[in-house]
């Protein structure tokens, strides 16, 4: 099969390779997937540079773990009916050398769901990490109905998908975007109001859009930079569901502050999310695409030869949704 892989850690450019590797045969209980598209992800390029350092203790590493393409093959105790359905592929290559760059790709029949025929292979590819890590920020705390969420980076990757959920969900959502492109996305998506999180001081903003009402949940993008402002506009007894914290790797909490204000902090990562929070959030992206199907920003599509810029793409940050690989036509 053809594929994308990596043998040594490094700039995209140096390590990523193209070439011909083994077509794989599904196991017991799995299934093999005729890969239309891959999703790039932060965490697949933190792991080409060397976040996991054991990760080539084994062999190379076909990157990537979101995907979508058809069923090609399945292993005993798979269902021959599931041939040649269309499905997306989420965490591929979590705990395993193999992912979506590649031609073909052998997961668990449960990490490979059903695809809607109404959705597109590019937006299928999003349906891992972006959009199921949003729905566990959005729903980790319970029933978001009535509450008030604030979105930080709601134009972001994952944040325009926190929004829809949210508001889908029957919560009030103010979400934070520093341009007018990024305003007009988070609205888009369903938000209540729009906040520049590039002013000073802009949990006053935030207070403003709400009336004066301290929000219930944030769903933050970046816990140690935004802390000191989410502070102040947070509820006593509220929750901050993070998935990122880039820009302070490190962050000092201000305990007793924190702890007088009774607020939670969830840590949420996809990959090892409770499998019942898979679930649940599998069974939403299935109701939403009954419902009329929700938003997708692909800000890029790049061919398989051109997975060097794909990567140089996410690690730019500066682009304007989803990037996403066309492996092939299937």
């Known amino acids: 099969m053809k594929a994308v892989w990596f043998e040594a850690f490094g700039e995209p450019e140096d390590v990523l390779q193209i070439g011909e590797k083994p077509m794989p045969e599904p196991g017991p209980g799995e299934v093999r997937v005729k890969i239309a598209t891959s999703g790039v992800n932060p965490s697949d390029t933190k792991k080409r540079r060397g976040s996991f350092p054991h990760l080539l203790d084994n062999g190379y590493v076909i990157p990537h773990s979101d995907g979508a393409g058809i069923i090609d093959a399945v292993g005993d105790g798979v269902a021959s009916s599931r041939l040649g359905q269309r499905v997306f592929v989420y965490q591929a290559q979590h705990g395993r050398r193999f992912g979506t760059l590649a031609s073909h790709v052998v997961v668990a029949s449960n ?69 007018p492109a990024d305003v007009e996305a988070c609205l888009e998506a369903g938000a209540h109001h729009v906040v520049n999180h590039r002013e000073e001081n802009w949990a006053r903003a935030v207070l403003a859009a709400s009336g004066g009402r301290k929000v219930d949940q944030v769903v933050e993008v970046e816990f140690g930079a ?16 993070t998935y990122s914290s880039s820009q302070n790797m490190t962050p000092t909490l201000p305990f007793y502050r924190m702890m007088f204000m009774d607020l939670t902090v969830r840590t949420i990562i ?47 940050g500066n682009r304007r949704g989803c990037i996403v690989v066309k492996v092939q036509e299937v």
């Open 111 to 179: 990490r490979a769901p059903r695809l809607a025929d109404t959705v597109s292979f590019e937006a299928g590819a999003l349906y891992g990490i972006p959009v199921m890590t949003a729905h566990r920020c959005v729903f980790a705390e319970g029933d978001p109905a009535g509450k008030l969420i604030l979105v930080t980076g709601g134009a972001g990757r994952v944040g325009y998908y926190a929004i829809q959920w949210a508001r889908r969900a029957g919560a009030e959502v103010i979400a934070t975007a520093s341009n």
């Open 226 to 241: 935004n802390l000191p402002q989410v502070l102040d506009c947070i509820a006593t007894g509220g929750s901050i569901c």
């Open 270 to 316: 996809v990959y090892d999310m409770p499998e019942p929070a898979k679930a649940d959030a599998i069974a939403a992206i299935t109701q939403a695409e009954t419902d009329g199907g929700l938003l997708h920003r692909v800000a890029e599509v790049y061919a398989l030869d051109g997975s060097v810029e794909a990567h140089k793409a996410i690690e730019a």
